[in-house]
Every structure is written in C-alpha cells, then in structure tokens.
C-alpha cells in the first residue's frame, strides 16, 4: 500500500517561510496532479496549490505570489515553499496524489502555525 508522509510544518513568525515536504512509500504508477489542501480551525479544506504531470501549476487567490509548488517525479515527491506567510495561513496542510487511474492518495496532514 501507499502511505505518502509529509514534512517541514512548524511555527513560524509572520512573513517567515517554511517548506513542507510530501513523498510517496513507493512509486506510483502514473500519478498525473499533486497538490496541497489546507484546513483552518472552524474552516472547511480548501485547496492551496496544484501541479501536474506536464508542470502547469494553480495556485488558490490567497496565495499566489506568496507559494510554490514543485514536484520530484524521480523520488515521488511534492514540495510546497511558502513565504512571507500570513496569519490566515495557519492551517493543516495536506499533501495530496492523483493517479491516471482516478486513485487519490492523501498525507497525514502537518500543522503550520503562523503567530506573532
């Protein structure tokens, strides 16, 4: 089975920075769109960013120019850089895979906390 584990939240000030880090047990067969939600307190997931196979990215209106999106085909992983963060963007962040054929994999979800 596929477990895709996620790295790199932590508690940062604002407009610091902090990359998370996502990356499959073992390879997956085709995966065609990366991408990254987030979950707020009180709040419903959203999406954050996206990526795919070919590397067109989108990013959510309250991030672009702020976060990038990355992926390593070669070691099955998805990077989310993120800078000058905001107070808004404390969340759980989670990483998630989609194959061709529709299967989705999801991370275990890593805490980011932006405070004064």
């Known amino acids: 089975q596929v477990q895709l584990v996620e790295s790199g939240g932590g508690l940062v000030q604002p407009g610091g920075s902090l990359r998370l880090s996502c990356a499959a047990s073992?390879?997956?067969?085709?995966?065609?769109?990366m991408g990254w939600f987030r979950q707020a307190p009180g709040k419903q997931r959203e999406l954050v960013a996206i990526i795919t196979s070919g590397g067109s990215t989108n990013y959510a209106d309250s991030v672009k120019g702020r976060f990038t999106i990355s992926r390593d085909n070669a070691k099955n992983a998805v990077y989310l850089q993120m800078n000058s963060l905001k107070l808004e963007d404390t969340a759980v962040y989670y990483c998630?895979?989609?194959?061709?054929?529709?299967?989705?994999?999801w991370g275990q979800g890593t805490q980011v906390t932006v405070s004064s």
């Open positions: 073992r390879s997956i067969f085709t995966i065609t769109v």
């Open positions: 998630n895979f989609k194959s061709l054929a529709a299967r989705e994999y």
